[in-house]
């Protein structure tokens, strides 16, 4: 297994230690944790492209890693109530469809690629994520609060636009 893969799985394993950490109150270390599981996904894909070590595990377990990540935060942040949960659900909603959507090409013999939109989706709320977490390990952080909401809106708004821009982009899907 080579250096990009590697440092995928260490992003998924890395998921139950930043639950435990959050569940039992120990804000900081799950920010830590959630702040190096998420630069993982820039180095694996920076490191897989400059030395030719793209794969298909990578392809599909990278974006997989992240999705894990993020939304198990965003699980926590719901019991939490530090979102609601029809953000997620919208969230879920996209990726359900998207998901579909690739295994009919799939199905095929079509890989239809992730767009730009989509990696600008991903670290919006992976920086949601953070800064949550840092307004929740501090205290008097209301301002921290209220721009770590700014920055999810945005995502969720992202994720909309990604989802609609992948939709139409490879709406051929539809008459497979």
């Known amino acids: 297994m ?3 893969n590697k440092l995928t799985l260490i992003r ?3 998921v139950p230690v930043f639950i435990v ?3 039992f109150g120990s804000y900081w270390a799950a ?19 400059s030395r030719g070590l ?6 599909i377990m990278d974006p997989l890693a992240d999705k894990i990540l993020v939304y198990s935060a965003l699980c926590l942040f719901i019991e939490y109530n530090v979102i609601g949960a029809w953000t997620l659900i919208i969230i879920l909603a996209r990726e359900f469809v ?3 959507m690739r295994t009919v090409a799939a199905s095929e013999g079509k890989v239809l690629a992730a767009g730009m939109s989509g990696k600008i989706k991903t670290v919006l709320q992976m920086f949601a994520v953070i800064l949550f977490m840092i307004a929740l390990a501090c205290s008097d952080t209301a ?5 770590a909401q700014i920055v999810f809106m945005l995502s969720l708004i992202m994720t909309v636009y990604s989802g609609a821009e992948y939709i139409i982009k490879n709406k051929e899907v539809f008459s497979m």
């Open 21 to 23: 950490a959050f569940v």
């Open 143 to 147: 301002w921290i609060m209220k721009t």
């Open 98 to 100: 998207i998901a579909g």
């Open 12 to 14: 998924v394993f890395l």
């Open 31 to 49: 920010l830590v944790i959630f702040a190096a599981a998420s630069i993982t996904d820039y180095f694996d894909g920076k490191i897989a492209r």
């Open 2 to 4: 080579n250096l990009p």
């Open 54 to 59: 793209v794969t298909n595990f990578g392809k």
